[in-house]
């Protein structure tokens, strides 16, 4: 009988091969927990919860986890696909230990996410100071994100609800600092919330910031260094004032809800009185304006608060809605920064757009959905989740360059992690041959070489 006619190659496979590593380069990965000291800190943190004859430390177990989230498991299960490259990763846990260990994080409550996270903090000051000009304080300033976002849930899950978009799971409330335009962004806070919790829940908002902060490095929370930066899910009373109180160290861009108050006003402005908005480049930005809010629009609001409007014409096909005046789509932030151009403003506040970019990022990265059942367990796979993601943004920071440095985790996976390698014994070291026709190996090497040229954590 004939053979049918293919386009691609036929290949004998037989299962007997050796030395051969699948996922080769996660060794980036592996390298970049070495250089920061990650399992070291979080194994400090974590010694309390170690038993007296356990085989396997509870930090390396927890590394374990989010190098497997990283690579792009979705489950404790995922952490697999370490444990059958132990030449590379080393002894990984067995199943029941990895769930027996989440169960006792879990148990601790509040105690052992506070350790996780002061492990996090401790290391996310440490690459900072690494990565020198690459670090997300070059400019002065660190941004900081907050957006939450919608986490379904496919079986009955405790905290588990129905969601403001008719669907059903969970809604995170989450923070990230803004690398900027060089590279992408990396968690600093994930407060899990049930799925109908409110957008614009002011207690939830102030609780997330204050997570995020205490991941900064202390330099940061003084001389409005740090700019929070929110949707108009930010901008209440209660929470706008908590921003303003703390003014001397924080600096706000929140968005704001067109009120009928703040819609009248716009009616008012002269022609005039509008600027027109600008772009990165600084070039103006056709078809859009900006205007600054004054007077009685402001009773009621914290001292220095400024209120800047955008309006512009709508892309075609566009719906207005009733808030929008004239044919014009019509927005608003507050802030509290002064003596800034206020096309710059609303230039910096539109940039937080980067952060639906973050979220994707995390979707792809362990929060599609959350596997386990109980919320104390879920707290805790949010920690790990942020782990991976403090990886995926690491890893570029310090070894990465050009464009490569502004890979989402999918890309990262596809060209660098799965790469495969060759594993060759010779002496006393252990090398990894990575394929010569691999069009990514180079990049590979060469970050891996960047690496070698940091210092070892003390």
Same mark, same amino acid.
């Given at each position: 009988?004939?053979?049918?006619?293919?386009?691609?190659?036929?290949?004998?496979?037989?299962?007997?091969?050796?030395?051969?590593?699948?996922?080769?380069?996660?060794?980036?990965?592996?390298?970049?927990? /070495?250089?920061?000291?990650?399992?070291?800190?979080?194994?400090?943190?974590?010694?309390?919860?170690?038993?007296?004859?356990?085989?396997?430390?509870?930090?390396?177990?927890?590394?374990?986890?989010?190098?497997?989230?990283?690579?792009?498991?979705?489950?404790?299960?995922?952490?697999?696909?370490?444990?059958?490259?132990?030449?590379?990763?080393?002894?990984?846990?067995?199943?029941?230990?990895?769930?027996?260990?989440?169960?006792?994080?879990?148990?601790?409550?509040?105690?052992?996410?506070?350790?996780?996270?002061?492990?996090?903090?401790?290391?996310?000051?440490?690459?900072?100071?690494?990565?020198?000009?690459?670090?997300?304080?070059?400019?002065?300033?660190?941004?900081?994100?907050?957006?939450?976002?919608?986490?379904?849930?496919?079986?009955?899950?405790?905290?588990?609800?129905?969601?403001?978009?008719?669907?059903?799971?969970?809604?995170?409330?989450?923070?990230?600092?803004?690398?900027?335009?060089?590279?992408?962004?990396?968690?600093?806070?994930?407060?899990? /919330?049930?799925?109908?919790?409110?957008?614009?829940?002011?207690?939830?908002?102030?609780?997330?910031?204050?997570?995020?902060?205490?991941?900064?490095?202390?330099?940061?929370?003084?001389?409005?260094?740090?700019?929070?930066?929110?949707?108009?899910?930010?901008?209440?009373?209660?929470?706008?004032?908590?921003?303003? /109180?703390?003014?001397?160290?924080?600096?706000?861009?929140?968005?704001?809800?067109?009120?009928?108050?703040?819609?009248?006003?716009?009616?008012?402005?002269?022609?005039?009185?509008?600027?027109?908005?600008?772009?990165?480049?600084?070039?103006?930005?056709?078809?859009?304006?900006?205007a600054e809010l004054t007077g009685d629009v402001l009773?009621?609001?914290?001292?220095?608060?400024?209120?800047?409007?955008?309006?512009?014409?709508?892309?075609?096909?566009?719906?207005?809605?009733?808030?929008?005046?004239?044919?014009?789509?019509?927005?608003?932030?507050?802030?509290?920064?002064?003596?800034?151009?206020?096309?710059?403003?609303?230039?910096?506040?539109?940039?937080?757009?980067?952060?639906?970019?973050?979220?994707?990022?995390?979707?792809?990265?362990?929060?599609?959905?959350?596997?386990?059942?109980?919320?104390?367990?879920?707290?805790?796979?949010?920690?790990?989740?942020?782990?991976?993601?403090?990886?995926?943004?690491?890893?570029?920071?310090?070894?990465?360059?050009?464009?490569?440095?502004?890979?989402?985790?999918?890309?990262?996976?596809?060209?660098?992690?799965?790469?495969?390698?060759?594993?060759?014994?010779t002496g006393r070291r252990r090398i990894l041959r990575?394929?010569?026709h691999w069009p990514w190996t180079y990049e590979i090497?060469?970050?891996?070489?960047?690496?070698?040229?940091?210092?070892?954590?003390?």
């Amino acid at each position: 009988m004939r053979e049918p006619i293919s386009s691609y190659p036929r290949v004998r496979v037989q299962g007997d091969g050796r030395q051969a590593v699948s996922q080769g380069g996660a060794v980036l990965l592996l390298e970049t927990v /070495r250089k920061i000291g990650l399992d070291q800190a979080i194994s400090a943190q974590l010694a309390a919860w170690r038993k007296p004859r356990a085989v396997h430390d509870p930090g390396k177990v927890l590394v374990d986890l989010a190098l497997a989230v990283a690579l792009g498991g979705d489950c404790l299960a995922d952490v697999a696909m370490l444990r059958c490259e132990p030449s590379v990763f080393g002894p990984v846990a067995s199943d029941p230990t990895v769930s027996r260990l989440i169960d006792t994080l879990a148990g601790s409550g509040e105690k052992a996410l506070q350790a996780i996270r002061s492990a996090r903090a401790e290391v996310r000051s440490r690459v900072w100071s690494l990565a020198g000009e690459n670090a997300p304080d070059a400019g002065g300033q660190v941004t900081v994100d907050l957006d939450g976002v919608l986490v379904i849930a496919h079986s009955d899950k405790e905290a588990a609800a129905a969601t403001w978009k008719k669907t059903y799971g969970h809604h995170p409330l989450t923070a990230f600092v803004d690398h900027g335009p060089g590279g992408t962004g990396e968690p600093v806070a994930a407060l899990l /919330r049930p799925g109908n919790a409110g957008s614009n829940t002011a207690a939830d908002h102030i609780a997330t910031a204050q997570l995020a902060l205490a991941q900064l490095p202390k330099k940061y929370r003084r001389g409005r260094r740090t700019l929070i930066r929110t949707d108009s899910a930010g901008g209440t009373h209660d929470f706008v004032s908590w921003l303003a /109180r703390r003014g001397r160290w924080l600096s706000y861009s929140v968005g704001m809800v067109i009120t009928e108050t703040i819609h009248q006003h716009v009616l008012k402005i002269p022609a005039s009185a509008w600027t027109p908005a600008v772009e990165t480049g600084g070039e103006v930005r056709d078809g859009a304006w900006v205007a600054e809010l004054t007077g009685d629009v402001l009773e009621g609001w914290p001292k220095g608060m400024r209120l800047i409007v955008r309006k512009e014409r709508p892309h075609p096909g566009a719906q207005l809605r009733i808030t929008d005046a004239e044919g014009m789509r019509i927005t608003c932030f507050a802030t509290n920064t002064a003596e800034r151009p206020i096309a710059r403003l609303e230039l910096r506040h539109r940039l937080r757009a980067r952060a639906e970019d973050r979220i994707r990022a995390a979707r792809a990265t362990g929060l599609r959905n959350l596997p386990l059942h109980r919320t104390a367990q879920n707290k805790v796979w949010l920690e790990i989740v942020q782990i991976a993601l403090d990886l995926l943004a690491w890893m570029p920071m310090l070894a990465l360059t050009g464009q490569a440095r502004l890979w989402e985790p999918r890309r990262l996976r596809l060209r660098l992690f799965s790469a495969a390698g060759q594993l060759v014994t010779t002496g006393r070291r252990r090398i990894l041959r990575l394929a010569r026709h691999w069009p990514w190996t180079y990049e590979i090497t060469g970050a891996l070489e960047r690496l070698t040229l940091l210092p070892n954590p003390d």
